[in-house]
């Protein structure tokens, strides 16, 4: 199923040669505005080249489709796809260019391409950028931005989702999958590379050691909102929580938590402050609760594990004794 | 025999796809928060909130203790109204100490539909198996 709409993204990235003169306003407007949901699936939007999202819909006849698209559904299309601006025949088009898509998908005519991805906005942007360009090479960049870039997150390590593969790490506002790339002000933002120059690098989360860049006076954060020269209370206090098994025991340092943290964010609401008093294990951590409330959102994620289970275990000792008693 | 195991999956990816669809495969910076409380209904694009840009500008202690944001995604119900107060994002976003409100969309920067949430975080991602979502 995967592998057929693979075939459809390659072919319809090639299709442009054979329908775009009578298409360039259709696949305009879906470049510039249906493509902000169709291309990635938002709100369970039907994708832009997937024949099987399309089907069920197709079912109903286009007619039924182009009236779904000009007023909307309940389930989450806005009118005219939020856009009232256009004409009606001018959503039709679009429509119909979407439609192209998935009905040339079901006769693939080209041998599937190995990194084909998913269509979004930036594989959409080479397209709208050449409307008038002659349709083959408008096609050329898809293709190449295809096999360059990263792989949707299905399929490269799924079997860790919280290993970011390479192509997918820090991306710029307009091509993060969030920032609406039609909005002004996602463009006016600071791509996440360009903040992080010079900062100390980890393996996770922003690729940031951010208690490096701290300890080291490579950021100087406020701890006060107008006062910039205002100090951290800094306590410096390790607290070791035995844990089952093999795992090496967690210390957790007050040192490094009160150089950004008041005691009040997490005492006593989430952890009362007392050493044996707070039932704590990786499953609510990684529901969110207790060290979840920031590691796996903001702080260092879960998959950084010898951060805090840092305390090797003496595990020769006991062997020791057991070898000693049987003598 | 196949035939059935076909039906027995459609059904399957159905039922994944009624829990999974809405959640895009979002890739975010990690920490952005999205906050869509009010935004999609009154016709602004949702906000993102770039959780490490702030970061590196204010300790944790600054917003969380100081003006008081709770630490959950879209549980502080903040509104224009508040903001233009000096409250929440207004006690520093008033022209002073960083940019005023006059920047809509700065803030309100993303795409429309998007569900309030903290991108790339653990709970998420248990949330929203990529495979599976993509099963289809």
């Known amino acids: 199923m995967r592998f057929r709409s693979l075939i459809a993204f390659t072919f319809a990235a090639a299709l442009p040669a054979a329908s775009a003169l009578a298409d360039v306003s259709g696949k305009d407007i879906y470049a510039k505005t249906c493509s902000v949901c169709h291309a990635t699936g938002i709100a369970s939007a039907p994708r832009y080249g997937h024949a099987g999202d399309w089907s069920p819909r197709l079912a109903g006849g286009s007619a039924r489709l182009y009236a779904n698209a000009l007023k909307g559904t309940a389930k989450g299309m806005p009118p005219k796809g939020g856009n009232p601006a256009y004409s009606d025949a001018e959503i039709k088009a679009a429509v119909d260019h979407m439609l192209a898509a998935v009905k040339d998908a079901a006769k693939p005519a080209t041998p599937p391409k190995p990194a084909a991805k998913d269509a979004e906005p930036k594989a959409a942007a080479p397209v709208a950028a050449a409307p008038a360009a002659t349709p083959a090479p408008a096609a050329a960049p898809v293709a190449t931005v295809a096999t360059a870039d990263a792989l949707p997150a299905g399929d490269v390590n799924a079997f860790n989702r919280l290993l970011k593969p390479v192509g997918r790490r820090n991306p710029p506002p307009p091509e993060d999958g969030i920032h609406d790339p039609g909005n002004d002000g996602t463009h006016a933002l600071l791509p996440p590379l360009t903040a992080y120059a010079g900062l100390p690098k980890s393996f996770a989360g922003n690729r940031v050691n951010w208690v490096e860049a701290i300890g080291t006076k490579k950021i100087n954060p406020r701890w006060d909102r107008a006062d910039p020269a205002a100090e951290p209370v800094v306590m410096d206090l390790n607290i070791v929580r035995e844990v089952k098994g093999s795992m090496p025991d967690v210390v957790y340092p007050h040192k490094q938590h009160t150089e950004w943290l008041d005691c009040s964010n997490c005492h006593p609401a989430i952890f009362i402050p007392q050493k044996g008093a707070n039932a704590i294990s990786m499953a609510s951590i990684l529901l969110g609760e207790k060290c979840g409330v920031c590691h796996g959102k903001v702080a260092f994620p879960v998959s950084e594990c010898r951060l805090c289970h840092s305390k090797k275990k003496d595990l020769a000792r006991p062997a020791q004794t057991a070898a000693g008693a049987a003598k | ?136």
């Open chain 2, 1 to 136: 025999m196949l035939r059935r195991c076909g039906v027995v999956l459609a059904g399957l990816a159905a039922l994944l796809s009624i829990f999974f669809i809405g959640v895009p495969d979002a890739r975010a910076e990690y920490g952005d928060v999205v906050i869509n409380n009010y935004s999609d209904a009154s016709g602004m694009r949702p906000v993102v909130f770039p959780h490490l840009f702030h970061r590196i500008r204010f300790r944790c202690k600054v917003c969380h203790a100081d003006i008081g944001f709770k630490f959950q995604a879209g549980g502080n119900e903040i509104n224009m109204v508040k903001i233009i107060d000096g409250q929440f994002c207004g006690a520093c976003h008033n022209g002073e100490i960083a940019w005023s409100v006059e920047n809509c969309n700065l803030c309100h920067s993303a795409k429309p539909g998007t569900k309030t949430q903290v991108h790339e975080s653990t709970i998420q991602k248990l949330a929203q198996p990529a495979a599976a979502a993509k099963k289809k």
